[in-house]
């Protein structure tokens, strides 16, 4: 998605650019079932239905609205099952995409090495940084205890820039992709980690805020009911085990300071919880 195809060199055509009412309709489509109007969540198992046949770029094929504004181009998402589950990331090692010489593994049908797992929400454990800068929209590279290696892009979460890198052995997860330009040897490089976001201690998904209780993404009415059931007071501890969430600010009590922290936070049905809100 894109608001000012046009303006791409070579390839806009100036007639391709949203107006600022028609963009934000466009985001409001696609984080809202059509049939329930549901505004997606993490969790939400759907589909993604293409209307164009994308367009191929850097060693794979995009859905994407083929850099035109055309409806007849727009891609849909539908809810298939809402809560359905969070991704349980595939736990794989740098060996099973580089070989010994740290040159990607390449197969051609697929079944092994770094073509395999393109797409895929990974886990690589035990890494350390090498090189690169740390922030939003950054790139690291990381490496084993071998010396393999692999490009780490950060993403547009914020905890790039509330938190410094993790420091020694680590585990990193993210979206395994590949960005390869070299059409010579049949695209068979280019493949790197996208992280999305880091809590400070965890590379994640994205980030819950600390009143998203349930963590459904937005911090709303659901979340007010369980605060408003956890109040104790000033220096009085909660009884519930369920209610230590509660106690936003760690002073081991739920009480108008945490409240405080929960109106900042508040966003209702239709927002998502800020993630700077906490």
Known sequence: MGQYYGHLPFIGNPADVYTDAQWRAELDRLNHDPVTGRMFRPGDLVEVRARAPGLFHDGKTNINEQHTVDPQANFDVVLLQAGYAVPAPQTITLAEVKDAS?????????ITGAEHYESTLVKIPNVHFTAGT???????????E????????????????RYGPPTGTFDVLGVFDQEDDNEVDGFKGGYLLWAMDYDGTDFVLYRYVKPDFDHSGTVDIADYNHLVACLSGPSVLPTDPTCLNADMDGDGDVDQADFGVFQRCFAGSSGLADPNCD
Do not use: E, Y
Not at 146 to 161: A, E, H, M, Y
């Open 102 to 110: 740290d040159q990607f593994i390449f197969d051609a049908t697929r």
């Open 134 to 144: 740390w922030g939003p929209n950054q790139q690291m590279t990381i490496a084993d």
């Open 146 to 161: 071998t010396g393999r290696t692999l490009p780490l892009l950060l993403g547009l979460g914020s905890g790039f820039s």
